[in-house]
């Protein structure tokens, strides 16, 4: 009876120790995405699936407060890449704004989308342009997202004042359900209404504020980061068309992450669409690797550039590999 249990332990071991080697084989990617309740999370589960296909490659999406929290995260080695907006990545790369006493230098892999940023209010508020946000109760987008930090700074350059509410989206979107906020700012999803908005839709009717001409050329002169964009009629059902600012949506990394790691994941990425159309149907006519050369704002990754020129892509100077 000894024997045997000295044996069955041995054996046990044996299992375990080649189950630990296997695990150790694999590189373990951890990937920053936003909140569970965006839209913008099923796409980096997507991305995740297309990197697990990869051998010796293993990748897990963290739920996180989105472009700011990344960067945090980036700058600390807590994730190898995640979501980041083009402008806010330009501006920790820079060390600019909220970023000046520490920047944060984050590649770029790829851009995949534009994101219109919309203005969704409570239509029994009464309000009807962005100046009567002024004083409020408002949320200007999820604590630590992109979304907050420009529209924020789009109303400092408007010179509007609302009395802001801050929190998660699930919290905003049960105090504009519940009236204790008028409305809150989020990305869309190409020209359509979030999904999160079209929650808060099926409880209280909603509609979504535009920019005047003159605010919109305001935005262009002090805002040269991000963009006005036009949304035509139809991003949700009796919303008419109207004009907002707009970034891009951008997959940032650490600059530590491995060369080759890099590539394969991008090559992966841009030869593998049906798994990112099926979790984002407006990608489905975005040349992501000509949205790329386009809306980036800061270098590529060097493994990223690899598989570009791989392609015959040419790179613009300012996305060129630094060191």
């Known amino acids: 009876m000894q024997i045997l249990k000295k044996r069955l332990a041995t054996t046990a071991l044996g299992i375990g120790l080649a189950f630990s080697g296997l695990a150790a084989a694999d590189q373990q990617i951890l990937i920053g995405a ?42 600390r080695d807590q994730i190898d890449f995640g979501l980041v907006t083009t402008n ?47 004083g409020k109760r408002f949320n200007p987008g999820i604590t630590g997202s992109a979304t907050e930090a420009t529209t924020v700074a789009v109303m400092e350059a408007l010179g509007i004042e609302p009395n802001y509410s801050r929190g998660s989206t699930t919290d905003v979107v049960a105090a504009v359900k519940d009236n204790r906020a008028i409305g809150y700012v989020k990305s869309g999803v190409g020209n ?51 004009q907002t600012w707009a970034f891009g949506l951008a997959v940032h990394a650490r600059p530590g992450l491995d060369e080759e790691t890099a590539y394969q994941i991008v090559k992966a990425v841009m030869e593998n669409p049906e798994p990112q159309i099926n979790a984002l149907s407006n990608l489905k006519d ?21 598989y570009f020129e791989e ?3 040419q790179i613009p100077d300012r996305l060129k590999p630094q060191s």
């Not at 330009?90 to 219109?116: C, I, Q």
């Not at 209404?193 to 504020?209: E, N, Q």
Request: charged share 20%.
């Open 88 to 134: 806010v990545g330009y501006h920790a790369y820079k060390g600019e704004g909220e970023f000046t006493k520490r920047k944060v230098d984050n590649r770029l892999l790829w851009v995949y989308s534009m994101a219109p940023q919309n203005v969704v209010v409570r239509k029994d508020a009464g309000v009807s342009s962005l100046a009567e946000l002024d």
């Open 34 to 75: 936003t909140s569970t309740s965006s839209s913008q999370y099923g796409y980096y589960v997507a991305v995740s699936q297309i990197i697990n296909k990869l051998p010796d490659l293993r990748s897990s999406v963290v739920e996180t407060g989105a472009t700011v929290d990344n960067l945090r995260r980036i700058l």
């Open 311 to 313: 392609k015959g892509i």
């Open 286 to 306: 975005v040349d992501i690797a000509e949205l790329t050369m386009e809306a980036g704002t800061v270098p590529l990754h060097p493994g990223a550039a690899r």
């Open 192 to 242: 359509k209404l979030d999904g999160s908005s079209m929650d808060i839709a099926t409880f209280t009717p909603i509609g979504v504020l535009s920019l005047t001409d003159e605010q919109a050329s305001t935005i262009r002169e002090k805002m040269p980061d991000i963009s006005v964009t036009q949304v035509p009629a139809g991003a949700a059902e009796g919303v008419p068309a109207y």
